[in-house]
C-alpha cells in the first residue's frame, strides 16, 4: 500500500493550502462581491467536503466497517468537544488580549485552524489508503479551499488589507495542512490496523463541519433551495472528476 512517498503527501497538502490564497485573487478585479456569491461559493465548498468525505467512507469500508463507523464518531466527538473548548475561552479574560473584538478574532482563527487540522488529517490518511484517493481527496479539499480564502479576503480588503496580505493570510490559516497531512499519513502507514479508523475519524470532523459551518453561513446569504442545488451540483461535479481519474 505503500505507493506515495512521504515528500508526495507533504506537497499535496501545501498545494491544498496554497490553494487557499486563490481565493483572495477576484479581489484583484472587483472590491465589492455579494454576500450572495460568497454564500454560493460556500455551498459549493460543502459540496466538495461531502464528495470527500464520501470517498473517505468508501475507502474506510473496504478495509474494515466496523473500524470506519467507529471513526466517524471519534471524529465527531474530537470535533465537537474542541469547538467547545475553544467557545468556552471565549467567555474568559485572556491575558493581554481585551475587548469583545479580540476574543471574537481567538475564537474564528481557533476555529480556522481546527477545521484546516482536521483537513490535513483528511489528506494524510486518504494517502495512507493509496495515491488514487489521496489525489482525490487532495483536489477535493484544494477546490473546497479556494471559497474558504475568498471568505478570508472579503472580511479583510474592505477593511483595508492588500490583496496579497489578504492571499498570505488565507494561506497562513491553512498550514495546519502540510503540517499535520504527514505525522497523519506515517502513522496509518505504520499503525495499518487505524487506517479504517483514520479514514472514518477525518470524514466524521469533515461531516459535521459541513452541517455546522458551511451549510448555515451559505443559507444565511442565499436561498435554501438554491443552496440545496449548488451543493449537490458540486458533490455530483466532484464524484464525477473522480470517476474521470479511475477511468
Ligand atoms: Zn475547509
Aim: proline share 5%; aromatic share 8%.
Amino acid at each position: 500500500m505503500i505507493d506515495t512517498p512521504v515528500l508526495v503527501v507533504f506537497f499535496a497538502a501545501l498545494v491544498t493550502a496554497i490553494a487557499t490564497g486563490l481565493g483572495a485573487l477576484p479581489l484583484l478585479a472587483v472590491k465589492h462581491l455579494s454576500p450572495r456569491v460568497l454564500a454560493l461559493a460556500n455551498a459549493a465548498a460543502a459540496g466538495l467536503m461531502l464528495a470527500a468525505c464520501y470517498g473517505l467512507i468508501v475507502e474506510g469500508f473496504a478495509f474494515d466497517g466496523r473500524r470506519t463507523l467507529a471513526g466517524i464518531v471519534a471524529g465527531l466527538v474530537f470535533i465537537v468537544a474542541a469547538g467547545r473548548l475553544l467557545h468556552r475561552h471565549e467567555n474568559v479574560s485572556v491575558a493581554e488580549v481585551t475587548g469583545a473584538d479580540a476574543k471574537r478574532i481567538l475564537l474564528i482563527v481557533g476555529i480556522m485552524t481546527l477545521h484546516s487540522a482536521a483537513e490535513g488529517v483528511g489528506v494524510g490518511v486518504a494517502y495512507g489508503g493509496g495515491r488514487t484517493l489521496g489525489d482525490f481527496i487532495t483536489a477535493a479539499i484544494a477546490l473546497h479551499n479556494v471559497p474558504e480564502g475568498l471568505a478570508i479576503s472579503l472580511v479583510m480588503v474592505p477593511r483595508g488589507a492588500t490583496v496579497v496580505r489578504a492571499a498570505g493570510w488565507s494561506i497562513f490559516s491553512s498550514l495546519p495542512q502540510p503540517l499535520l497531512a504527514v505525522p497523519a499519513f506515517l502513522f496509518v502507514l505504520v499503525f495499518q490496523p487505524w487506517l479504517p479508523v483514520g479514514l472514518g475519524l477525518a470524514a466524521g470532523a469533515m461531516f459535521w463541519m459541513v452541517f455546522a459551518e458551511l451549510i448555515p453561513e451559505a443559507n444565511e446569504e442565499a436561498q435554501p433551495e438554491t443552496v440545496g442545488i449548488v451543493v449537490t451540483l458540486s458533490f455530483a461535479l466532484m464524484l464525477g472528476v473522480q470517476t474521470l481519474l479511475e477511468a
